[in-house]
Nanobody, 120 residues
Framework: QVQLVESGGGWVQPGGSLRLSCAASGFTLGNYAVGWFRQAPGKEREGLSCINSNDGKTYYSDSVKGRFTISRDNAKNTVYLQMNSLKPEDTAVYYC?????????????WGQGTQVTVSS
């Protein structure tokens, strides 16, 4: 069964850190570009970061650049999103998606999401 599962979400105080994981089953995640997205209540889905499959090149939105880091461990079939200096406005459901070999391809697989709440 082809599946993407996010984990690592939770509650954190402003300024804190979380590491999200995106684990694949049923396919080799290393063959795909993987992106991270988020959606807050009442807002549109926002693309945050992406990592290519072929060359490992990474991309970040302006809203998370310098605070979030995307990485992959092909041996574990997992992609991570390290989130530092978290702000209340980072509160959202975070999703990962996989598709193509570069971040310019359409995403084929989506996870179910993990909630991140940043508050004091």
């Amino acid at each position: 069964q082809v599946q993407l599962v996010e984990s690592g979400g939770g509650w954190v105080q402003p300024g804190g850190s979380l590491r999200l994981s995106c684990a694949a089953s049923g396919f080799t995640l290393g063959n795909y570009a993987v992106g991270w997205f988020r959606q807050a209540p009442g807002k549109e889905r926002e693309g945050l970061s992406c990592i290519n499959s072929n060359d490992g090149k990474t991309y970040y939105s302006d809203s998370v650049k310098g605070r979030f880091t995307i990485s992959r461990d092909n041996a574990k079939n997992t992609v991570y999103l390290q989130m530092n200096s978290l702000k209340p406005e980072d509160t959202a459901v975070y999703y990962c998606a996989a598709g193509g070999i570069t971040c310019y391809y359409e995403y084929e697989y989506w996870g179910q999401g993990t909630q991140v709440t940043v508050s004091s």
